[in-house]
């Protein structure tokens, strides 16, 4: 990153004699990205970096997500708590309130670090404060208030995104699959329709297409704002069970997927299920998930990805050597047992949790419960103070730790 700062800054007055018009932030977003894509790449060469290979960088197109990130400057929350300032931008008007963020820094509790300034596929712009908050070690009175082992099955079919069980088999919830990016299809391929006729027709002697009418550009805007709404959806729903989850139980059990190899290949043939797997966004559960423990006091335990809990008997533990995705009722071929397929996998999970805090017995009697392959996550490091000043945030003398608690990693406005 140093270095290439300090060749941008030799040449920027030849090659860029714009580059005072911007905020240095924009040129130093696009170096930090440049130099972090370039280290990923040299790993995956060296074969240092684990997962899928990772190729040399490109340039986004210009129909990309813009986004910038601001570190230095004026970043500040203005005290009538709808208002934001940022460099060289000014002052924002805000949709949603500042008043919690704005109370933190108040109090000394929270301090700026940055913001990150983006774009949505509806054209909208958000704005995200990287806070670093001193939050108190005391575990809420109400984390613990129903069953305080459970384990979640996630899936993508419609009645069975987060299935929820206990160890002894009780089923605690069942949350369903919004299928927003589903119910939107229909709406997708007549506006996709009607952008293709509007683009205009291929010149094959000039091998160029004509310059999109106004017509298209609205076209365009119209999908964005739809795949918008579906991610809000998608969103919403993924927040509320997540927040359920962490503030009612102490230890959750949750599986380690590798959701991108999942719709990473075959093409045609499984183009529902990639579809279904999107609409699902099965790992976005386990990182909402790993700060709202935090938040709450409770414990994320991620099974081993490799742990057979959708082929482990519930009853007597006898692993199947094949279930295909069709079959929705495990039937266990040595004890007979029925049982719903997501409901089996979400007890086995929940019995790794239970072996990992009570020990290697289970207290269901059913049998000695193997927990390798369950890994706690660790406690954070608690949140101290953030080298330098900003200009936006005023520095008092106020003990840090006197308000609630709150992700050691931010929270944005």
């Known amino acids: 990153m140093a270095g290439l700062r300090k060749q941008w800054n030799a040449r920027k007055d030849e090659v860029a004699p714009w580059w005072g018009d911007n905020s240095k932030e924009a040129y130093s977003s696009g170096l930090d990205a440049l130099a972090r894509g370039l280290d990923a790449w040299g790993k995956s060469r060296a074969g240092k970096r684990a997962g899928k290979p990772v190729g040399f960088p490109r340039f986004k197109s210009a129909r990309a997500p813009r986004s910038v990130r601001f570190t230095t400057g004026t970043i ?43 774009e949505d596929a509806s054209g909208r712009w958000h704005v995200a404060f990287q806070v670093v908050v001193q939050r108190a070690v005391a575990v809420p009175g109400h984390v613990g208030a129903q069953a305080p082992v459970v384990g979640v099955d996630v899936g993508v079919k419609a009645d069975g995104l987060l299935v929820v069980a206990t160890p002894d088999g009780r089923e605690v919830a069942r949350v369903a699959a919004p299928k927003s990016l589903t119910a939107a299809q229909h709406r997708l391929r007549v506006l996709q ?55 009612h139980h102490q230890v959750i059990v949750v ?48 099974a081993d990805r490799w742990y057979p809990s959708s082929k482990t008997c519930s009853a007597c533990l006898t692993v199947k050597t094949k279930l295909s995705l069709a079959d929705r009722v495990f039937v266990c071929d040595n004890c007979g047992v029925r049982i719903d397929r997501d409901r089996n996998a979400a007890i086995n999970l929940a019995r790794l949790g239970d072996t990992h805090t009570l020990g290697e ?11 390798r392959g369950a890994s706690q996550e660790t406690d954070p490091a608690q949140a101290g103070d953030a080298g330098g000043d900003e200009t936006s945030t005023p520095h008092n003398t106020t003990s840090v730790g006197q308000t609630g608690t709150a992700s050691p990693q931010g929270e944005a406005a």
């Open 361 to 371: 017995q289970s207290p269901t009697e059913s049998g000695s419960v193997a927990g």
């Open 255 to 302: 599986e380690t997927l590798n959701a991108a190899a999942m719709g990473s290949a075959g093409g045609s043939r499984k183009r529902g299920l990639n579809r279904a797997l999107a609409d699902a966004s099965l790992a976005e559960i386990r990182r909402l998930l790993g700060y709202k423990t935090r938040w709450y006091g409770s414990v994320l335990v991620e």
């Open 193 to 247: 329709r009607g952008a293709a006729r509007q683009r205009g027709r291929y010149d094959s002697a000039t091998q160029t297409r004509q310059q999109p009418s106004n017509r298209w550009r609205v076209t365009q805007q119209r999908i964005g704002r739809t795949h918008a709404r579906a991610a809000a959806v998608r969103r919403d729903v993924l927040h509320k069970a997540t927040t359920t989850l962490a503030a």
């Open 76 to 118: 500040r929350v203005e005290t009538d708590r709808h208002h934001i300032t940022l460099p060289r931008i000014g002052r924002i008007k805000t949709h949603e309130s500042t008043r919690k963020l704005a109370r933190r820094i108040d109090n000394g509790t929270a301090r700026v670090l940055s913001a990150t300034l983006s």
